[in-house]
């Protein structure tokens, strides 16, 4: 998408949060889109490498609360970045207009690329901590810990994501089914246990 495009969805967004207005659902669709779009690489270029790959000064035991300001020091940038979006404002504004227009999902085509040869349900949690339904398949095993495949859309394209089965937390993404795979098998043995405790400390989290 054009940036003249993206800087006029923020803009009207922005204006629309300063006045008080309430933005047609229209922009807000198109500005949550390129948000959740921006979010995303910022994790998989930023806040994930820095979680899994050497920074061994972040206890496992304060993941959430690395997380939280991972994410609050991206809502600083992504607002000077987008010309002043609110994105906790935009993201509940999103949500009112969905409920007021509630209509069924778009069914997500499965790009043509590569088919899943033994397709299954998991579930994948978001930056919300929501768990939400995805298929793939189950593509490697460490110390009986599964991990799968699936497919996520983005502004850019089709990407392939691997994701833990235990608790849906994202491990790496690549245009490339083989290339995922290999970069998640990567990061996984050399983060074998901070893997493990994370897993440990989201399970007593959850019970």
Known sequence: ???RLNKKFFKRVVT???QERETPKFYLSKAIKLMHA???QRYLTIIGPEWWEGFEQIPTSEFKTYIKQAYGDADVIFRELSGGVDAQRLASDYKKV???QARKPRKIKEAPVRKLRKPETFLITNKHYEKIEVTGEL???????KFFIHRT????GWRWTVSDAACGM??????????AVKQAEEIID???????????????EQS
């Open 153 to 156: 859309e983005d502004p850019w």
């Open 98 to 100: 969905k409920r007021k």
């Open 139 to 145: 593509v490697f095993t460490k110390r009986d810990y």
């Open 190 to 204: 050399k983060n074998i246990e901070r893997y493990i405790n994370t897993v440990k400390l989201k399970e007593e």
């Open 38 to 40: 921006w979010y995303e």
């Open 1 to 3: 998408m054009p940036k």
């Open 16 to 18: 629309d949060q300063r």
């Open 170 to 179: 994202r491990i790496a993404s690549s245009d490339k089914y083989k290339q």
